[in-house]
């Protein structure tokens, strides 16, 4: 028996901020953005909470993989934006499911967190502690952004991706996986409580390449597959400048990494599942194919997953 991505949903807030809109509330370009870090757009949740966009992409997901809610045995919810400090928005989005049985937490690794939850399903799977996990990437970063901070407040989005994995005598696996962290380095990027992201922006970018380098490299190894077995890279959506350099570390051709920051910025914990979804949708991503997730954030945290689609 194997680990299957069943079905995925996503929820997108309304409100679009361009770049152009940036420019009128702080000294920044359009120009500067795009060639900097490939953003020309995020979502900004005005007036969905972050409970909400979980339920929607939650839907989603569970209509696509043709299963109720009863069916589920675990909700795993990554975000460093949760709906209350507690409970976990994993227990109140179990509610709003109208699941009654099962468990349900969140998962704190900033941008590594849907890698880390994905890995996380796959060990209670595979032990045998749930037969179905529900994994939700959720994040208002609009609310932790210091909207006068040039340097960061033009980078993030929020939004939601939900996945729903079940173990499948079908011919999908999660193949390989590391899971990474290294706690002296939590100030390149964090958020006092009740304050604003705070990034040391160029340093973190050299560690970011340098970290899911490492990672990707390991489990490519480890499932002995070559990188030009890959037939596609979902990666953290954080700069298309790091997509970039790891893209030719690797040795994976640039157009086998898929690529939505342009429309979303970066959306943390969400932007993987965010980015799979669009990427089934759009036909990038078929039964069968070997696809590789990787993400590097605050922690730090870092990791990849290497998936039989
Ligand atoms: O998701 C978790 C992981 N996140 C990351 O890994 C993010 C990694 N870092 C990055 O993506 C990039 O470092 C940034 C996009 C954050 C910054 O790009 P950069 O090319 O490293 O720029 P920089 O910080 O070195 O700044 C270059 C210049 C500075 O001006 P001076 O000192 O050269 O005069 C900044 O003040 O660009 C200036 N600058 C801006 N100018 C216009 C910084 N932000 C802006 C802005 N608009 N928004």
Redesign the pocket.
């Known amino acids: 028996m194997g680990t299957r991505i069943a079905g995925t949903g996503i929820y997108v807030p309304k409100t679009v901020l361009t770049n152009f809109d ?1 420019e009128s509330m ?4 359009d120009e ?2 795009t060639t ?2 490939g953003i020309k757009e995020r979502r900004i949740a005005k007036e969905e909470s972050v409970l909400e966009m979980a339920v929607e992409a939650s839907r989603n997901a569970i209509e696509e993989a043709n299963i109720s809610p009863q069916d589920i045995d675990a909700v795993i919810v990554a975000t460093l934006t949760p709906e209350k400090r507690f409970p976990s928005t994993g227990c109140l989005l179990q509610a709003e499911l109208g699941m009654d049985k099962g468990f349900a937490f969140d998962v704190s690794a ?2 590594s967190g849907f890698v880390y939850s994905l890995d996380l399903a796959d060990s209670l799977l595979k032990s045998g502690k749930a037969e179905m996990v529900l994994i939700v990437g959720v994040e208002k970063l609009s609310e932790i952004v210091d909207w006068e901070d ?6 993030f989005g929020d939004g939601a991706g939900a996945v729903v994995v079940k173990l499948s005598e079908e011919d999908s696996d999660l193949l390989a996986s590391s899971l990474r962290s290294d706690g002296s380095l939590w100030d390149l ?1 964090y958020a006092e409580k009740c304050g604003y992201i705070k ?1 040391k ?2 340093e ?2 050299k ?2 390449v340098r970290n899911m380098e490492e990672v990707c490299k390991e489990v490519i190894n480890r499932a002995g597959v070559r990188p030009e077995d890959i037939d596609l890279v979902i990666p ?1 959506q ?2 298309v ?2 997509i970039n350099s790891l893209a030719e570390r690797l040795g994976i051709p640039g157009e086998r990494f898929f690529i939505n920051i342009d429309r979303y910025g ?1 959306t ?1 914990a969400a ?1 993987i599942p965010i980015a799979l979804h669009e990427a089934i949708k759009e036909g990038k991503l078929k039964r069968g194919d070997l696809v590789l997730f990787t ?4 922690g730090l945290t870092w990791g990849a997953v290497l998936m039989r689609f």
Request: hydrophobic share 45%; net charge positive; aromatic share 6%.
């Open positions: 940036l702080v000294d920044t370009s500067w953005i900097r870090t900033a941008c040039r340097s960061t407040c033009v980078l990027l990034m922006g160029r973190l970018f560690v970011a953290h954080a700069n400048r790091i970066n943390s932007s993400a590097m954030g605050g």
